[in-house]
């Protein structure tokens, strides 16, 4: 049978379906009852290879009118001008049953569209399998044939009376002869399965029928069928029997399978539903084990099937050849040698009437190549297919993922001894669990001797080589770099941009790379979300509603340079990398430490800038880079990672000299912001004499009046009053304050801040009264100048409430900063930094009152605003909780206020380092919790030690050092008197 010839029927005036079979280009032969009634028949066809599902018009051509309607069969004629028949049919060989066959219990075979059978929204075929029960009717030959149904054919899904229903018309074939046409179910009227069907040696002998069947161009030639017929070689594939148990499966690559119980029971359940057609498809990245995951399971359920066939689907001639080799198995050495597109469709009619076999379609490109062929054995087998691709299947598809990590270890530890547990979890990782880059890298290591840190490093060294390196006996085209090439030479072909595309990814963080981070290279965003779909469909990338993902491995390969690949040419990897440089400096927002509205972006941003930055190397940096290296050396310092932003800047001075030259402008501004950074950490020695740099650097190259000599000038006097050398400070800032009146005048912002500096100089020296008389008036200018909600208004605002907080005035104080919180609140939000802080100052100040209880509720509100925005290690976060320690300790909890002191001071050395102010501060105030619990030895020790390293750090007259000298004395005195009276001071209490 060829089941291209079926074709489904559509009564519009009955409201009938039924089935029909093409005996002629143009005729089909079907039940009579399918077509009468008002209105013409329409007829569609099977082959899904057509890709052509339209309705057709027919029309009745026999019986006639005038002729015998007692037959319940029809021939109806095609009349749309539009309808072509299958290309290449088998030609249709009649049969008649000889009566003896009834005993024998001749096989017989039809298929048609019950209404039951539905896939898709689409009604599909099934198969009616049984046996010739009876010959009634016409004694010469049998005009009825009563066939037994298999219970194994039954349909699935019961539909009102009979279970056939849609059916009728189907044609019957036994021993590859057309013998009959089905018209009725018996269950009507007999339990059994049981359907009658019209002889076709009962129809030869009617008025009309056989002339009819020859004026379209068919021969209607009867051919006797019995169980016996036809011994010699078999003349159509429904005639070729086999045994049980035929395949062509590889051998399984490694008999080492971890991992994957999970994915091999979800396919296995997958394949084993209840129907009689199943169309799987395993999709995931090359290299991730879809192959290997479907050997093992053709392997572990072989005998489950009548055949198991391996098929090579890289292209739709790849097919060809596999489904030709499954008919030279089937047909033997006798049969005559058919071309490769006739073996191919003569095993695809084989598949079509022997089910029971699965097909495994591997790697297929496209779903469309493929299609084709699964169209036509929807009916009769399961197919399983693995591709790169993951969308355009029928069904859903399964998604295979690579390894978890302890997978990973395991699959190496089986492979080799990779050495070291941390070195082999983090060459995993590296390797980003593929299991076919953990294979290569564990055979190449177990060949080699080598460990897993040094497999690490010559990947990090010699990436191309290291990808692209088959283990000894290995397919050498089973590679990494060479599996990749095949899915990007695809790519290529259909769209080379997204190609450029995962050239720029692969330099950016594997994870969550922002879509409109690729915005412009797009013509538009329907544009940009069809390349990265068809990135998405190849498995290239993971595609998220914004953001993206690549595996680390395919970056890897991706930015590594291979002249005999065409898409990895050094002039194209180049490319790809100054992009990924433009994108970033051209998406990065500016002004990074002030601009809290552009912090989201930085976050999203921040891990792709690093990224970029580590696989970048230094000597090779460009404007690009140095733009990029600058502005997330300044983020970070305003997020407090500060180690990391030194780490930057340093960098990007070195590509300042580089590019630009030692007195360049450029060159000096990144020096200085280096300093910045630098005093910041608490090495104000190092700042100081970086700043000088600068200013002499300044005053030779741009002059004594140029804006960023003044604020160079204006940066040493910051620096000498943080290291204690307050009067110095006062005299660079007057200095720079009468300049800048001079040349900027004296409502310029930066005239402005130097008052403002030196207010808070006078302050610092302790001269409180000569410091609140200036800020008063720079914050009359100010409003007048610039407003109320100008940032340096705030700023102004702010240092005045302080400098009453330290004259007494708390009251004053507490009022001036819940109206500065208020403003900050509208006018930059509840948590920006400075509103922050003020909450901070709030909860100080209401400490400061004696409402030590309310200080703690704000400080602990505040530190929780704090660690969510800004995180643990941000200077003002650990500001905040060092406030909140003390609070308990002036609340009378010493021991809270001492575990509190010990966290953060561990915290505040390990982001700012042992001798930054803030350190020395802690441990001063950790010596003053410890004095407060009775234990003033401690206390005494604790004091001498950070005396010591207050005069080395900062100077012997910086004000924590003279604070930390007169807390010593304080404490000196109390151990004196403890020791000459036996005398102890009170524990504190709640």
């Known amino acids: ?273 209840d129907s009689q057609t199943i169309t799987q498809t395993l999709h995931g990245l090359g290299g991730v084990g879809k192959t290997t995951l479907a050997l093992h399971y053709a392997h572990d359920h072989r005998d489950e099937y009548r055949l198991v066939w391996w098929i090579r689907a890289d292209t739709p001639e790849l097919i060809d050849t596999g489904l030709a080799a499954l008919a030279a198995r089937l047909r033997g050495d006798r049969a005559p040698v058919l071309a490769t597109a006739q073996a191919a469709t003569w095993a695809i009619g084989w598949l079509q009437v022997h089910p029971g076999w699965l097909l495994v379609f591997d790697n297929v490109e496209r779903p469309e190549d493929v299609r084709p062929v699964t169209g036509q054995l929807r009916d009769t087998g399961r197919q399983l297919i693995t591709s790169r691709c993951k969308g355009g299947w029928s069904g859903d598809p399964l998604p295979l993922s690579v390894l978890a990590t302890e997978d990973s270890l395991d699959l190496l530890a089986r492979l080799t001894d990779a050495g070291d547990e941390e070195e082999a979890r983090a060459l995993a990782e590296d390797l980003g669990h593929l299991p076919l880059a953990l294979e290569q890298a564990g055979a190449f290591m177990a060949q080699t001797l080598m460990t897993a840190g040094e497999y690490r490093e010559m990947l990090g060294r010699y990436p191309g080589e290291a990808t692209d390196a088959a283990p ?178 340093r960098r990007g001075v070195e590509t300042a000299e580089r590019l630009l030259g030692t007195d360049h402008p450029g060159t000096l501004t990144a020096l200085n912001n280096l300093a910045g950074v630098y005093g910041l950490v608490g090495d104000v020695a190092r700042e100081i004499h970086m700043y000088e740099h600068v200013l002499d650097a300044r005053m030779r190259v741009l002059g004594p009046d140029h804006p960023d000599t003044l604020l160079s000038r204006n940066n040493v006097a910051s620096a000498s009053e943080t290291m204690g050398d307050v009067a110095r400070a006062i005299s660079l800032y007057e200095e720079t304050l009468a300049v800048r009146l001079r040349v900027l005048g004296a409502d310029h912002p930066d005239t402005l801040m130097s008052r403002h500096n030196l207010a808070f100089a006078y302050k610092t020296s302790g001269d409180a009264a000569r410091a609140l008389s200036l800020y008063e008036k720079v914050l009359a200018d100010r409003l007048r100048v610039l407003g109320r909600d100008h940032p340096d208004t705030m700023l102004s605002r702010n240092n005045i409430a302080g400098v009453y907080m330290e004259r007494g005035e708390v009251g004053r104080a507490i009022s001036m900063y819940e109206e500065l919180l208020g403003d900050q609140a509208r006018v930059l939000g509840t948590l920006h930094p400075n509103t922050l802080m003020t909450r901070n100052n709030v909860a100080g100040a209401h400490e400061a009152a004696g409402d030590v209880a309310r200080a703690l509720s704000l400080y602990e509100d505040v530190l929780a605003d704090l660690l969510r925005v800004l995180g643990a290690d941000h200077p003002h976060t650990l500001a905040t909780r060092h406030n909140m320690a003390y609070a308990y300790e002036k609340a009378g909890d010493a021991a809270v206020a001492i575990t509190l002191f010990d966290q953060v001071l561990a915290d505040q050395k390990r982001v700012l380092g042992d001798y930054h102010p803030d350190v020395l501060k802690t441990r001063s105030n950790l010596a003053h919790a410890y004095r407060a619990t009775g234990d003033v030895d401690s206390a005494v020790n604790m004091y001498e030690q950070v005396l010591d390293d207050s005069i080395r750090a900062l100077s012997p007259d910086h004000p924590t050092t003279r604070l930390v000298r007169s807390n010593l004395a304080v404490v000196r005195r109390y151990q004196a008197l403890a020791r000459a009276t036996h005398w102890k001071p009170a524990k504190a209490t709640d």
């Open 472 to 649: 000894e006996g290995a397919d050498p085209a089973r590679t990494m770099a060479r599996i990749w090439r095949i899915t990007l030479d695809a790519l290529h072909a259909r769209d080379p941009r997204a190609v450029d595309l995962l050239r720029i990814a692969a330099w950016y963080a594997p994870t969550d790379i922002p879509r409109d981070l690729y915005a412009p290279l797009a013509k538009n965003p329907v544009d940009l979300a069809r390349l990265l779909a068809l990135l998405a469909n190849y498995n290239m990338i993971t595609l998220d509603r914004s953001t993206f993902g690549v595996h680390r491995l395919v970056q890897t390969v991706a930015r590594t340079v291979a002249e005999d690949d065409p898409h990895r040419t050094d002039a194209l990897i180049a490319g790809a990398r100054q992009q990924a440089a433009v994108r970033l400096c051209e998406e990065c927002p500016r002004d990074p430490v002030d601009n809290v509205t552009g912090w989201p972006k930085w976050r999203e941003l921040q891990p792709h800038a690093e990224a970029l930055l580590a696989a970048w190397p230094p000597v090779e940096d460009t404007e690009n880079t140095h733009f990029v290296l600058n502005q997330m050396a300044l983020y970070l310092q305003g997020q407090g990672e500060l180690r990391k932003a030194i780490d930057y800047f």
């Open 1 to 273: 049978m060829d089941v291209r010839r079926i074709v489904e029927i559509w009564n519009p005036g009955a409201k009938l379906s039924g089935t029909g079979f093409l005996v002629a280009d143009r005729i089909v032969l079907t039940a009579l009852h399918n077509v009468l009634g008002e209105g013409q028949p329409e007829v569609r066809r099977l082959d899904p290879a057509a890709r052509d599902d339209r309705w057709a018009a027919a029309e009745l051509l026999w019986p006639g009118l005038a002729q015998d309607p007692q037959v319940d069969v029809a021939l109806i004629r095609v009349t749309d001008g539009a309808w072509t028949a299958p290309d290449g049919m088998d030609p249709i060989r009649w049969g008649r049953i000889e009566g003896a066959v009834v005993e024998e219990r001749l096989g017989c075979l039809a298929v048609g569209f019950p209404r039951s059978e539905e896939r898709g929204g689409v009604r599909d075929t099934k198969e009616i399998r049984g046996y010739v029960e009876s010959l009634t009717g016409l004694k010469s030959g049998g005009e009825r044939i009563t066939v037994h149904v298999n219970e194994s054919a039954v349909p699935s899904k019961p539909d009102g009376k009979s279970r056939w229903k849609g059916t009728s018309g189907a044609a019957l074939f036994a021993r590859g002869r057309l013998v009959g046409v089905v018209t009725t179910d018996r269950a009507r009227d007999y339990e059994a399965d049981q359907l009658t069907a019209v002889s076709v040696a009962s129809l030869a002998a009617r008025p009309g029928f056989a002339m009819a069947v020859k004026a379209a161009g068919g021969d209607l030639v009867l051919e006797g069928v019995s169980v016996a017929s036809d011994t010699g070689l078999p003349r159509t594939a429904y005639d070729v029997e086999v045994p049980r148990g035929i395949h062509n499966l590889p051998d399984l690559p490694s008999r080492i399978f971890v991992g994957r119980d999970e994915a091999l029971a979800t396919l296995s359940r997958a394949l084993s539903e």
